[in-house]
């Protein structure tokens, strides 16, 4: 599969617009780079980036072209390599980290249906991804954890037909983009005969490890299929290139919201003003900051993590200071699949009977005039 050797999407001889050249995604995801021979040509790698790809047990490796264009040929600090490069670390164990750190396999009662909230439900729907993070909470990759082919998209629809508080299903993976259109297209399209379900989301890294994959005719596959968000993840400023731009235009001027869930890694985005860079990135090409999640605790992930009270400083440190549109939710996805809590510094500094005292952007004091009067009935409606 890998027999020819890749070549960055920047370099003059792939300048073509044919699909099957550098521009298109199925040549991307047939010419990644994955091992050490293949990488060595593009990077100066560093002694435990060598190290890493000879650990055992080793998650798959796997980057995209383009992605690999991204990255500093020379730094092995680069926030694009830190993500895809291995480690020999990603191997280890650190404490209370497991394989299975949001306990997913205990809330899937059919095979690829993750359903731990009441109105909303994960498919897993790909075993793949452009690019295999070093951070991925689903490094698992479980075959047995994904729908399998149509009969398994038929017992999933089967569930959710009998599953009347299901409005919302997220379509995960994997990243589902590695599907073509017309998978995507069936996919979609049982979901939608479900009369109850009433948005759809994709979980996608693709706009940043491969945006070539956004082409006008999966904007259109999925408007079609809409209301439909796409929700992606991007960790660094660096990764809002123009052509993740451009794939997010496509996506969002189809009319597919966007927004962004973040992951706070440690060297990489930890730090303020890099995720405020990030953030104000995200809202220029029309992608809401959505969540940034404190690391999951999968086991090799140990050297991204950070403090859970750092992270909660960061971001309520955004607040006042940058646009409130620019601001993601701090949150954490309690182990054990407790499911996702909000975490910010608490706000309120006293309250009295007619008054609450709170903190502001800035740390002064402010008073509110509270009311004693909780009767909060309204018109019945609907
Ligand atoms: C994160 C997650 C969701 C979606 O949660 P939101 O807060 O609505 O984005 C749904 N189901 C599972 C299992 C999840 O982990």
């Not at 075993?127 to 994904?146: F, I, Q, S, W």
């Not at 990489?268 to 690391?295: E, G, H, K, M, T």
Request: one cysteine or more.
């Amino acid at each position: 599969m890998h027999d020819q050797a890749p070549i960055p999407p920047s370099s003059p001889q792939t300048a073509l617009e044919d699909v099957e050249t550098a521009q298109g995604w199925r040549w991307q995801m047939a010419h990644r780079v994955c091992t050490l021979a293949q990488m060595e040509p593009h990077l100066t790698l560093s002694g435990s980036e060598r190290s890493g790809f000879s650990a055992p047990g080793l998650p798959v490796v796997a980057v995209t072209p383009y992605y690999l264009s991204l990255m500093d040929p020379t730094d092995a600090r680069c926030p694009i390599r830190q993500q895809a490069l291995p480690h020999p670390d990603d191997v280890q164990r650190g404490v209370g980290e497991r394989t299975d750190p949001l306990g997913e396999r205990e809330r899937t009662p059919v095979p690829g249906l993750i359903h731990r909230y009441p109105d909303r439900a994960v498919l897993l729907v790909a075993a793949d991804c452009p690019v295999r993070c070093r951070h991925c909470n689903r490094r698992r990759r479980d075959p047995g954890e994904l729908i399998g082919g149509d009969a398994g998209l038929e017992e999933a629809v089967r569930y959710l037909q009998g599953a009347p508080q299901v409005r919302e299903v997220i379509l995960s993976g994997g990243d589902p983009l590695t599907l073509d259109d017309a998978a995507l297209e069936r996919i979609c399209g049982r979901l939608r005969s479900v009369r109850h379900i009433e948005v759809l989301r994709v979980h996608t890294r693709a706009p940043v490890t491969c945006p070539m994959r956004v082409t006008d005719d999966l904007a259109r596959v999925l408007a079609a299929a809409g209301p439909l968000y796409v929700v992606t993840q991007f960790n660094h400023p660096r990764e809002v290139t123009p052509e993740a731009a451009a794939a997010c235009a496509r996506l969002v001027d189809a009319g597919l919201p966007m927004a962004n869930q973040s992951v706070l890694l440690r060297g990489v985005n930890s730090d303020d003003a890099i995720l405020a860079a990030l953030c104000r990135a995200l809202v220029r090409i029309r992608v809401r900051p959505y969540y940034l999640f404190q690391l999951d605790p999968v086991v090799g992930s140990e050297r991204f993590r950070t403090p859970v009270a750092a992270g909660i400083e960061l971001v309520s440190g955004m607040r006042g200071r940058i646009s409130g549109l620019s601001i993601p939710t701090f949150a954490l996805d309690a182990p054990g699949g407790f499911g996702k809590v909000a975490l910010a510094s608490p706000a309120i500094v006293s309250t009295a009977p007619g008054l609450v005292r709170v903190r502001t952007w800035r740390g002064e004091v402010a008073s509110y005039p509270d009311t004693g009067d909780s009767d909060l009935t309204c018109p019945p409606w609907p």
